[in-house]
């Protein structure tokens, strides 16, 4: 009986973030990133992206589209544009 409590215990952070995602109303199209997930797709570590996130300094990351109880999460199409525009102000 122990084990099996210290185990769901061990499984609720796991639970949460399914939820969390099983309730939000996600575009067409769109898939979510989490920070691991955008941190990969710009090429920077998770702790870069959360630092930056931490900071407010949206300059090298995009703002995320909406904030869990898990964390930030960002959508795929958003992250797309996101890098568009900021290739465009590069001259790119």
Same mark, same amino acid.
């Given at each position: ?11 609720? /952070?796991?639970?949460? %973030? ?8 996600? /575009? &067409?199209?769109? &898939? ?10 710009? $090429?920077? %570590? ?9 900071? $407010? ?6 703002? /995320? ?11 795929? %199409?958003?992250? %797309? ?12």
């Amino acid at each position: 009986m122990v084990s099996g409590f210290i185990y769901n215990f061990c499984m609720m /952070p796991i639970m949460v %973030k399914e939820g969390d995602l099983n309730r939000i109303d996600v /575009p &067409e199209d769109y &898939e979510v990133l989490d920070a691991t997930a955008l941190g990969r797709r710009l $090429r920077f %570590k998770r702790d870069t992206v959360l630092a930056y996130l931490s900071r $407010r300094n949206f300059g090298r990351i995009p703002r /995320p589209n909406r904030q869990l109880a898990m964390g930030p999460i960002w959508y795929e %199409k958003s992250v %797309k544009e996101w890098e568009a525009k900021a290739d465009q102000k590069r001259g790119k």
